[in-house]
C-alpha cells in the first residue's frame, strides 16, 4: 500500500509556473501526475521510472512541465512553466508497480487526493 500526498496547487497568472510535490510513504516502480478539469476526464501529464528515471510527457506539456523524482526521499515533483488557463484543473498524484501503457489511468493503483491548480487569463 502506498499513501501519496500533494501539496503547491494554488492560483497563478496565465505564463506562470507553479511546483507541484508529491510524498509518497511507500516505493513505487512508477509515479506520475494526472490532471481533472470540471467535466472532462482525468488525462495523463507526466510520468517517470523510479530504476531507469526515464520519464514521458503528454505531448500539450512537453517543453514546459518537467518531472523529477527523489528515490532516498520517496517525493516526486512537477515544475510547470508557461501555463496556460485551459490547464485549470485537479492535479493527482499517482503510482503503480508495472510499467506497461503509462499512459494510462486505470492501471495506477495509488492516488493521492489532489490539489488545484488555476490559472487565470
Known amino acids: 500500500q502506498v499513501q501519496l500526498v500533494e501539496s503547491g496547487g494554488g492560483l497563478v497568472q496565465a505564463g506562470g509556473s507553479l511546483r507541484l510535490s508529491c510524498t509518497a510513504s511507500g516505493r513505487a516502480n512508477v509515479m506520475g501526475w494526472f490532471r481533472q478539469a470540471p467535466g472532462k476526464e482525468r488525462e495523463f501529464v507526466a510520468a517517470?521510472?523510479?530504476?531507469?528515471?526515464?520519464?514521458y510527457y503528454a505531448d500539450s506539456v512537453k517543453g514546459r512541465f518537467t518531472i523529477s523524482r527523489d528515490n532516498a526521499k520517496n517525493t516526486l515533483s512537477l515544475q510547470m512553466n508557461s501555463l496556460r488557463p485551459e490547464e485549470t484543473a485537479v492535479y493527482y498524484c499517482a503510482a503503480r508497480d508495472t510499467d506497461v501503457l503509462i499512459r494510462d489511468a486505470g492501471r495506477y493503483a495509488y492516488w493521492g487526493q489532489g490539489t488545484q491548480v488555476t490559472v487565470s487569463s
Open positions: 517517470i521510472i523510479r530504476i531507469s528515471d526515464i520519464t
